[in-house]
């Protein structure tokens, strides 16, 4: 069995890109994964949440992901002023692009909130996973039809 | 800028299903100031279009490429390699592009990918105008540079049609502004709104698309 078929038994597998402004500094990671419960996470750090491009996160959901969250700073703490206003615009339209092609649009989503800690990051995973298990998992990683 | 949009993803899906393997073709020019089919466009419209196709249960593979111009035989060229092993092209350049690659690589089929709709300006980021149908005899000299070609509702030469709102906004939209009140604000303002009196001259749209298909041809640059 591929790793991905292992994963989609076990859980859901969900990517966590992160703006590496709002996690601590002894947190700091550029790429880091873990199983926690019912879910599979793979995290990214990313410069900041302005960089997040469309076709980026369409890829991620491409290759197999059940979900994705971006964790952006809050309005308010955002280094570069817009940068997570750009990226929850971002978000948005993806989530039109996916209705589009009857994907849930809840496969995608954006927390803006200073996540501190892995630990927190994880919590919102959760959350994530939680939006979208009544869904199962990405038709892309089982090769099924909907 | 020539602007296009994306056509509905049903109807490019109904297109590309029947193929196995299939080109999407970007134009890093025009279509990519109008963000539709640049480089990221073409990046975000493919796995769109592998999705959708799986999720209805076809299996095709896209490739994808983006030319620098894709009205320029020079640069079209550069896709000869790619469009031999595909079964059809999606191309999401304007109309211009899909024709030069369907004349190019025939006889593999060529579908375009986005509706040609208009030349426009980006007057801020994410909003786009048009300011220009083309028409072939431009009259902005008399219009003091507003075209009341692409920007007035009725095309009027001779304008405003009495609808204007008071807002100054057009009868027909009222996000848009009336073209002929500019003008007529803009006339005042140079103190030549009495140019505006005269009706306008017959305008000549036989060079436009109203004379046939268009051919220039300049002999001193012809090889
Ligand atoms: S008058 Fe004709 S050529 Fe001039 S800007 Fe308007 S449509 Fe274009
Ligand atoms: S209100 Fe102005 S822009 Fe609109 S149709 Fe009339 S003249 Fe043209």
Same mark, same amino acid.
């Given at each position: 069995m591929s790793n991905r078929a292992e994963q989609a038994k076990q859980g859901l597998e969900i990517v966590v890109l992160y703006c590496?402004?709002?996690?601590?500094d002894d947190a700091k990671a550029s790429a880091w994964s873990q199983d926690a419960e019912g879910m599979y996470v793979r995290a990214v750090m990313m410069p900041c949440s302005s960089k997040l491009e469309v076709p980026y996160i369409l890829k991620i959901l491409e290759s197999g992901a059940d979900a994705v969250e971006i964790v952006a700073c809050p309005e308010k703490s955002c280094k570069l002023l817009t940068g997570s206003l750009r990226a929850e615009r971002r978000v948005e339209y993806i989530r039109g692009l996916l209705e589009k092609i009857g994907?849930?649009?809840?496969r995608v989503g954006i927390s803006r909130k200073l996540a501190q800690k892995p630990d927190e990051l994880i919590k919102i995973a959760g959350t994530r996973a939680d939006a979208v298990r009544s869904l199962g998992t990405n038709p892309m990683k089982t090769g099924e039809q909907q | 800028m020539i602007f296009a949009e994306w056509k509905p993803i049903a109807e490019l899906i109904e297109k590309l299903k029947p193929y196995k393997k299939v080109l999407l073709a970007g134009c890093a020019t025009c279509v990519a100031e109008c963000a539709a089919g640049g480089e990221k466009e073409v990046e975000t419209l493919a796995p769109l279009l592998r999705m959708a196709l799986q999720k209805q249960g076809h299996t095709v593979e896209i490739v994808t490429a983006t030319l /620098? +111009?894709? *009205?320029e035989w020079e640069f079209v060229e550069q896709l000869a390699e790619q469009a031999a092993e595909v079964d059809a092209i999606m191309s999401v350049a304007c109309g211009i592009g899909v024709q030069a690659l369907a004349e190019r690589f025939d006889p593999k089929p060529v579908y375009p990918g986005v509706n040609t709709s208009a030349l426009t300006i980006r007057e801020e980021a994410g909003l786009w105008a048009g300011r220009c149908a083309a028409c072939g005899d431009c009259v902005l000299g008399e219009t003091f540079g507003y075209c009341p070609i692409a920007r007035c509702a009725k095309s009027l030469?001779?304008?405003? *049609?009495?609808?204007?709102? +008071?807002?100054? +906004? *057009?009868e027909v939209n009222? /996000?848009? /502004?009336c073209i002929w009140n500019l003008i007529v604000e803009r006339a005042y303002e140079r103190g030549q709104i009495e140019s505006l009196a005269e009706p306008k001259r017959? +305008?000549?749209?036989?060079?436009?698309?109203h004379g046939g298909p268009k051919r220039v041809i300049r002999e001193d640059l012809r090889q």
């Amino acid at each position: 069995m591929s790793n991905r078929a292992e994963q989609a038994k076990q859980g859901l597998e969900i990517v966590v890109l992160y703006c590496q402004h709002g996690i601590c500094d002894d947190a700091k990671a550029s790429a880091w994964s873990q199983d926690a419960e019912g879910m599979y996470v793979r995290a990214v750090m990313m410069p900041c949440s302005s960089k997040l491009e469309v076709p980026y996160i369409l890829k991620i959901l491409e290759s197999g992901a059940d979900a994705v969250e971006i964790v952006a700073c809050p309005e308010k703490s955002c280094k570069l002023l817009t940068g997570s206003l750009r990226a929850e615009r971002r978000v948005e339209y993806i989530r039109g692009l996916l209705e589009k092609i009857g994907y849930a649009p809840e496969r995608v989503g954006i927390s803006r909130k200073l996540a501190q800690k892995p630990d927190e990051l994880i919590k919102i995973a959760g959350t994530r996973a939680d939006a979208v298990r009544s869904l199962g998992t990405n038709p892309m990683k089982t090769g099924e039809q909907q | 800028m020539i602007f296009a949009e994306w056509k509905p993803i049903a109807e490019l899906i109904e297109k590309l299903k029947p193929y196995k393997k299939v080109l999407l073709a970007g134009c890093a020019t025009c279509v990519a100031e109008c963000a539709a089919g640049g480089e990221k466009e073409v990046e975000t419209l493919a796995p769109l279009l592998r999705m959708a196709l799986q999720k209805q249960g076809h299996t095709v593979e896209i490739v994808t490429a983006t030319l /620098d +111009k894709q *009205c320029e035989w020079e640069f079209v060229e550069q896709l000869a390699e790619q469009a031999a092993e595909v079964d059809a092209i999606m191309s999401v350049a304007c109309g211009i592009g899909v024709q030069a690659l369907a004349e190019r690589f025939d006889p593999k089929p060529v579908y375009p990918g986005v509706n040609t709709s208009a030349l426009t300006i980006r007057e801020e980021a994410g909003l786009w105008a048009g300011r220009c149908a083309a028409c072939g005899d431009c009259v902005l000299g008399e219009t003091f540079g507003y075209c009341p070609i692409a920007r007035c509702a009725k095309s009027l030469l001779n304008g405003p *049609c009495g609808g204007t709102r +008071k807002s100054g +906004k *057009c009868e027909v939209n009222e /996000d848009v /502004d009336c073209i002929w009140n500019l003008i007529v604000e803009r006339a005042y303002e140079r103190g030549q709104i009495e140019s505006l009196a005269e009706p306008k001259r017959t +305008k000549n749209w036989s060079n436009s698309g109203h004379g046939g298909p268009k051919r220039v041809i300049r002999e001193d640059l012809r090889q």
